[in-house]
């Protein structure tokens, strides 16, 4: 099955400063990779996402790369807010729709 | 966009009781909904595939007859713990997508406490 590898467990960074957490995959028939954050206390919310078709997305602060060839994909957010703590979730998907999904990061953005 | 609703958001029972989950999406038709269970600090783990208007599929490890998936509407889906136990306390989650669509939407999460 799928194995999704994500680092680093816990990130700190300086407001304004960017932040950056990578995943590994090992599965190349997963397709679609979606990011999450989540909340404490609180379910999981869709940041972005990148289809295998397509290296690099963007959405104002926050965009996200894949390197399909060497099965690793990258979320990156820049001009950290302290709105933006929270544990970041990587996950790789099958056409199926199953999700395998990455350990999670702490981001802690220190104003 | 899309939105899931979980109910309840916290619940709290004793030993050897049964607990219902709902999850429900609001403004699309979900075809496949997912049910994760989340100690802390960990990650979502999968607990079982629910299809419209079949059997729940679930992952290896997951007793069925302990926890029970209904999905008997495009809109709803239910997960009932059956005779909880202190160690089945813990977050679930569920998700749901529509169709063959890719992205997944998640309810808000149940904080289920087992005395």
């Known amino acids: 099955g799928e194995n999704v590898e994500q680092h680093p467990s816990t990130l700190s960074v300086q407001e304004g400063d960017s932040a950056v957490i990578k995943c590994t995959y090992s599965?190349?028939?997963?397709?679609?990779f979606p990011w999450y954050k989540q909340e404490l206390g609180k379910g999981p919310q869709l940041i972005i996402d990148?289809?295998?078709?397509?290296g690099e997305k963007k959405d104002q602060r926050i965009a996200v790369t894949l390197n399909k060839t060497a099965k690793h994909f990258s979320l990156h957010i820049t001009e950290t807010q302290p709105e933006d703590s929270a544990v970041y979730f990587c996950?790789?998907?099958?056409?199926?729709?199953?999700?395998?999904f990455g350990d999670g990061t702490t981001l802690t953005v220190k104003p | 966009g899309a939105v899931v609703s979980q109910h309840p958001s916290r619940v709290i029972c004793k030993s050897g009781t049964s607990v219902k989950i709902e999850c429900r999406s609001l403004?699309?038709?979900?075809?496949?909904m997912f049910w994760y269970r989340q100690f802390p600090k960990q990650s979502l783990m999968l607990m079982a595939t629910?299809?419209?208007?079949?059997?729940?599929?679930?992952e290896q490890g997951v007793e069925k007859d302990k926890f029970l998936i209904n999905h008997a509407s495009l809109t709803l889906s239910t997960l009932t713990v059956t005779s909880a136990h202190p160690e089945d306390s813990s977050f679930y989650i569920c998700?749901?997508?529509?169709?063959?669509?890719?992205?997944?939407?998640f309810g808000s999460g149940t904080q289920l406490s087992v005395l």
């Open positions: 998700s749901a997508r529509q169709g063959a669509a890719e992205k997944l939407f």
């Open positions: 629910s299809n419209e208007g079949s059997k729940a599929t679930y």
């Open positions: 599965d190349s028939a997963s397709n679609y």
């Open positions: 990148i289809r295998s078709n397509v």
């Open positions: 403004d699309f038709q979900a075809t496949t």
């Open positions: 996950a790789a998907s099958d056409q199926a729709g199953k999700s395998t």
